[in-house]
């Protein structure tokens, strides 16, 4: 089993820029892929990115497209989202997680970070 770590969050302005990562530790040895979710306060976890485990194959939410960008380090068992143009409409509790394969769907993960909180002021 893996467990994964997230680490990066804080408070920034509106057009400022942060990057999450996500230290992954315990079965790296086995092949899984990474995902980004996040959970605004009221509202349903949701999905922003995802990488395959190779890195070739990405996708990722219509609302960050163009300004998130997902990538990992196989070498240091740890993913990024990079996070750029930050609206306040960002904010909100970003986990990663892992999977057998990459998908947009919560239910098609097994394995969660703690999270970490990410606001974007006006």
């Known amino acids: 089993q893996v467990q994964l770590v997230e680490s990066g969050g804080g408070e920034v302005q509106a057009g400022g820029s942060l990057r999450l990562s996500c230290a992954a530790s315990g079965r790296t040895n086995s092949n899984y892929a990474m995902g980004w979710f996040r959970q605004a306060p009221g509202k349903e976890r949701e999905f922003v990115a995802t990488i395959s485990w190779s890195g070739g194959t990405t996708y990722y939410a219509d609302s960050v497209k163009g300004r998130f960008t997902i990538s990992r380090d196989n070498a240091k068992n740890t993913g990024y989202l990079q996070m750029n143009s930050l609206k306040p409409e960002d904010t909100a509790v970003y986990y990663c997680?892992?999977?057998?394969?990459?998908?947009?769907?919560?239910?098609?993960?097994?394995?969660w970070g703690q999270g970490t909180q990410v606001t974007v002021s006006s």
């Open positions: 997680a892992a999977a057998p394969l990459v998908s947009n769907k919560v239910e098609g993960y097994d394995v």
